[in-house]
């Protein structure tokens, strides 16, 4: 008798956005479609439902006892490094017997700069009878969640590097929308210091959501203040095949044991300036509002626990 698979965990940021929570839900039931074979759970840390304890329950009533966890997420930030280990842990001390391997965030993975790239040209072409620009005329600003870990930050700059690399556009210039500097103004100002004179604002999001929709205000309200400069704002990733053959392929790094996370900038294990007090800090799940099991007691003792 073969070993069933492990079944597949996904795990999303959450959001305060209706539309942008659904489309996670959406995103995990075409996956679950997509490998019937495969029995596939999606939940939020925080904000969103479902918590991500009850798509563990969800896998354990049908009869699961082993999975891989997926974190939706393009950059290891303190979401992927802490709080969703220490929320798998809590899972394994609640349901006996389960037991699970945890992927790497989705990013900077050439299926998803390949997705950025068509964005960039949908917003170039767009526009009625506009033909699409020079690339070699076009500095793109790509503008990360932020975040207050530097190798989170670090990550979004590397995304941006390789966009660059190989196609052609004038350059590609980091911006955050929260939590990092710069931000999206002081961004598109460093790209017309850098003598642009188009610009595309590319967010480096998954899915819809209060932030990308800030990252839209704000580039139209300095775009209003500098009509000299064209500006235009791209899509986000979304539900793309590139990201759910992504999901999967992050899935079976997982079964198979082929981690490659980069530890060698993990505030958790490296002594940065400006962020030692966070080295071997022990690592706490957050308590979803949604999440009925929660017991308050929130201590997980020992080395960070996330996992590398």
């Known amino acids: 008798m073969t070993t069933p698979q492990p079944a597949l965990l996904i795990a999303?940021?959450?959001?305060?956005?209706?539309?942008?929570?659904?489309?996670?839900?959406?995103?995990?039931?075409?996956?679950?479609?997509?490998?019937?074979e495969l029995p596939v759970a999606g939940g939020f840390i925080e904000l969103s439902p479902p918590p991500l304890g009850d798509a563990v329950a969800e896998l354990v009533e049908r009869g699961v006892r082993r999975f891989a966890a997926v974190p939706l997420m393009l950059v290891s930030a303190g979401h992927a490094k802490g709080d969703i280990p220490a929320a798998l842990a809590r899972e394994k001390e609640r349901h006996v017997g389960i037991s699970y391997t945890y992927g790497r965030p989705l990013g900077p993975h050439p299926a998803l700069l390949s997705v950025l790239e068509r964005r960039l040209e949908e917003a170039l072409g767009a526009g009625g009878n506009r033909a699409p620009l020079d690339r070699a005329d076009v500095t793109v600003l790509l503008v990360g969640r932020g975040s207050t870990d530097p190798d989170a930050n670090a990550e979004v700059y590397k995304a941006a590097r390789l966009l660059w690399e190989g196609r052609g556009y004038a350059g590609v210039e980091t911006a955050f929308v929260s939590l990092a500097a710069p931000d999206v103004p002081s961004g598109l100002d460093r790209c017309v210091a850098l003598g642009a004179r188009r610009i595309v604002v590319l967010p480096y999001f998954l899915f819809t959501g209060i932030l990308p929709d800030r990252v839209?205000?704000?580039?139209?309200?300095?775009?209003?203040?500098?009509?000299?400069?064209?500006?235009?704002?791209?899509?986000?990733?979304?539900?793309?095949?590139?990201?759910?053959?992504?999901?999967?392929?992050?899935?079976?790094?997982?079964?198979?044991?082929?981690?490659?996370?980069?530890?060698?900038?993990?505030?958790?294990?490296?002594?940065?300036?400006?962020?030692?007090?966070?080295?071997?800090?022990?690592?706490?799940?957050?308590?979803?509002?949604?999440?009925?099991?929660?017991?308050?007691?929130?201590?997980?003792?020992?080395a960070p626990s996330h996992a590398h």
């Open 216 to 302: 839209k205000q704000q580039t139209e309200g300095w775009a209003a203040a500098h009509p000299e400069v064209e500006v235009c704002s791209a899509e986000v990733i979304g539900p793309e095949p590139e990201l759910l053959d992504l999901v999967m392929e992050r899935y079976r790094e997982a079964v198979e044991g082929d981690l490659r996370m980069n530890c060698d900038s993990c505030v958790y294990r490296i002594a940065l300036p400006g962020f030692e007090d966070k080295v071997g800090l022990p690592q706490q799940p957050h308590f979803h509002p949604d999440d009925d099991g929660h017991h308050h007691h929130g201590h997980h003792h020992g």
């Open 12 to 36: 999303g940021h959450g959001t305060r956005d209706d539309a942008g929570a659904e489309a996670f839900r959406d995103f995990v039931r075409e996956l679950g479609a997509r490998h019937p």
